[in-house]
């Protein structure tokens, strides 16, 4: 397999997806450009070898083309991160885009417009009304697959090389993230220093574990998670099930939960994976007491309880100290160890308490010789929040992707550069 350590650019043209979908505020200005920083060692390699990046991105979910989802709005602050004026296309694959890739020179770069204006980009059908007929909608998705390889071909004949440094969209067979690759020897396409950063630390946590391995799942639905839960059972040996999905685990053990959210349909899959949990050998661990609240706002009354006796018109929303001690106990003697979600409501100050003890057991037993990686947009936005990024292994960019290749699926935009 290539590697951007080892390509030589100079004097070629790279088609680089990167993943530029950063939030904007209502004057289009950038609240978070973590993802268009950590782009940029691969941009720079590029073009201090000599050669020319294309970049194409997606922004948003548009469904056509919208000014709001413009890449131009980030145009200027790309240029100034990478300190050269960044060339911009306003229309991907039109005629502009291949004459500006075909004037680029080496130390060039260029934006390409939002590639989603393109519904070829996803290769779903749009504007097909929802009482069209089956054979209607069967021949929308057939007209926009035949268009989708012209559009992957025109992309690709811009460049030399590709380079997928998009890890956000991996699990996402599209044309500029997938089928693209198609377009390139084997020679000439590689993943981005992130795309290789994150794929070496999910093979970390998949294949070259060092026990005792700990999951921390956190988050507020039990349906969201089931398939990383059970993937996670044959692996792990100790599985901390926390945040909202709690209090359906304490209901189907028969524990008073109040107005604690709850899924009441999944009751029956939470005793299942608790004996499922058994016959692994896995050790799970809930929480045995809840920061309780009169109401869900960070002003409410709050209180402690256990976390099977919550009185009516309370609700657990966040852990209480016990299992704050229980949690850092079991995290502290890890030696790998995986986040994917808060322990409660982390968004109000006053329900903040566990998720930041958990962040804290996690950067100690970093420091002690852990392998940790967090993931999942929340938890990313919970270490960011608490200032404990820099103390544990790897922050991963991805988040649906992350928890697809954690629930053990072959993510398209890593397969296209892995087996080819
Ligand atoms: P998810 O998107 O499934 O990872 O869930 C993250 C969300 O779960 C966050 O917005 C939290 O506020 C929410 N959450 C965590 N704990 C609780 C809880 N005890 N009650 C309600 N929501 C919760």
Known sequence: MQTIEKYNFAGKKAFVRVDFNVPLDENFKITDDTRIRAALPTLKKILADGGSPIIGSHLGRPKGVTDKYSLKHILGHLSGLLGIEVQFAGDCAGEEAAAKAAALKPGEALLLENLRFYAEEEGKPRNVLEEASDEEKTAAKKAVKLSQKEFTRKLASYADAYVNDAFGTAHRAHASTALIAGYF????????????????????????????????????????????IENLLGKVDNLIITGGMTYTFTKAQGGKIGNSICEDDKLNLAIELLK???????????????????????????GFSKVGEIPDGWEGLDIGPETEKLYADVIRQSKTILWNGPTGVFEFENFTHGSR??????????????????????SVACVNKFGLAEGVSYVSTGGGALLEAIEGKILPGIAAIEDN
Do not use: C, H, W
């Open 357 to 378: 003890a958990v962040g804290e057991a996690i950067v100690e037993a970093t420091r002690e010789g852990a392998f940790s990686l967090v993931g999942g947009g929340d």
């Open 276 to 302: 499922k949990a058994e016959e692994e050998g896995v050790n799970i661990v809930l929480a045995v007491d809840a920061k309780i609240a009169d109401s869900f706002s960070n002003e409410a009354k709050t």
């Open 185 to 228: 020897d084997t020679a000439d396409k590689m993943f981005g220093y992130l795309m290789e950063k994150e794929v070496q630390a999910v093979e970390k946590i998949l294949k070259d574990i060092n026990r005792p391995f700990t999951a921390i799942m956190g988050g507020s639905k039990v349906s969201s998670k089931i398939e990383i």
